[in-house]
T-cell receptor, first 115, second 112 residues
Framework: EAGVTQFPSHSVIEKGQTVTLRCDPI?????LYWYRRVMGKEIKFLLH????????ESGMPNNRFLAERTGGTYSTLKVQPAELEDSGVYFC?????????????FGPGTRLTVT | GEDVEQSLFLSVREGDSSVINCTYT??????LYWYKQEPGAGLQLLTY?????DMKQDQRLTVLLNKKDKHLSLRIADTQTGDSAIYFC????????????FGTGTRLLVSP
C-alpha cells in the first residue's frame, strides 16, 4: 500500500510569488491534514479535511493560505503571495477514520524556502 | 491552550536504553503518540497509547503514561545507531476535532 505522497519535495520561490503544494493521501483515507514546521520549532496544525469538507481550519495562519480537496482525494495548499515567514516544512497526513483507524500517517513533507 | 514539551537532546551509547520524556497540558487528551523523523525523511508513526492505559509495549519500545502528572515517556531498549533521529510526542485533544499537538522534538544521538 502506497503511503502519503507530497509534491514537490522542495520549492524555492521569491517573496510575493505563488506556490502550490500537493498531497496524495493513502487510498481510502477520508481524513487529510496539513501541518507545518517553521524554523525548527514544533509542528503546528493547519487544517483538516473530511473527504472534501473542511472540518477544522483553526490553524490556518492568514488568508494567504488556501487549501482545497476537490473530489475528496488529493489536496492542494496554495500560498499567495508568499512571505519570508512562510518558509518551513509542510507536512500532509491522512487517517482512515475516527476511532479505530485514528492513526495519522505522514508524508515526507515539502520544504518551502521563500527568499 | 494545549502545550507539549520535550527536552531537546539526548545522547546514549549503543546497547543502552534511551528514555525520552514528554509533558502535556491537556488532561482530556484521548490518544498520545510517538513519531520518529530520520534525516531528510517524513514522520514515522512509532506507537501510540490510549488515555485509559498506563503502559504499552511493542518490541523494543515501551510507552508509559502518567495521567496524574501528564507525563509520557518512550523507552527504547538496546538502542541502536539506526535509532538516531528526532522523536516527537503528540497529543490529540478530546474536542471532537482530530488535530495533533506536537512537542518540539527530542534529538536522539546514539554513539557506537
Amino acid at each position: 500500500e502506497a503511503g502519503v505522497t507530497q509534491f514537490p519535495s522542495h520549492s524555492v520561490i521569491e517573496k510575493g510569488q505563488t506556490v502550490t503544494l500537493r498531497c496524495d493521501p493513502i487510498s481510502g483515507h477520508d481524513n487529510l491534514y496539513w501541518y507545518r514546521r517553521v524554523m525548527g520549532k514544533e509542528i503546528k496544525f493547519l487544517l483538516h479535511f473530511v473527504k472534501e469538507s473542511k472540518q477544522d481550519e483553526s490553524g490556518m495562519p492568514n488568508n494567504r493560505f488556501l487549501a482545497e480537496r476537490t473530489g475528496g482525494t488529493y489536496s492542494t495548499l496554495k500560498v499567495q503571495p508568499a512571505e519570508l515567514e512562510d518558509s518551513g516544512v509542510y507536512f500532509c497526513a491522512s487517517s482512515l477514520r475516527d476511532g479505530e483507524g485514528h492513526e495519522q500517517y505522514f508524508g515526507p513533507g515539502t520544504r518551502l524556502t521563500v527568499t | 491552550g494545549e502545550d507539549v514539551e520535550q527536552s531537546l537532546f539526548l545522547s546514549v551509547r549503543e546497547g543502552d536504553s534511551s528514555v525520552i520524556n514528554c509533558t502535556y497540558t491537556d488532561s482530556s487528551s484521548t490518544y498520545l503518540y510517538w513519531y520518529k523523523q530520520e534525516p531528510g525523511a517524513g514522520l514515522q508513526l512509532l506507537t501510540y497509547i490510549f488515555s485509559n492505559m498506563d503502559m504499552k509495549q511493542d518490541q523494543r519500545l515501551t510507552v508509559l503514561l502518567n495521567k496524574k502528572d501528564k507525563h509520557l515517556s518512550l523507552r527504547i531498549a538496546d538502542t541502536q545507531t539506526g535509532d538516531s533521529a528526532i522523536y516527537f510526542c503528540a497529543e490529540r485533544e478530546n474536542t471532537g476535532f482530530q488535530k495533533l499537538v506536537f512537542g518540539t522534538g527530542t534529538r536522539l544521538l546514539v554513539s557506537p
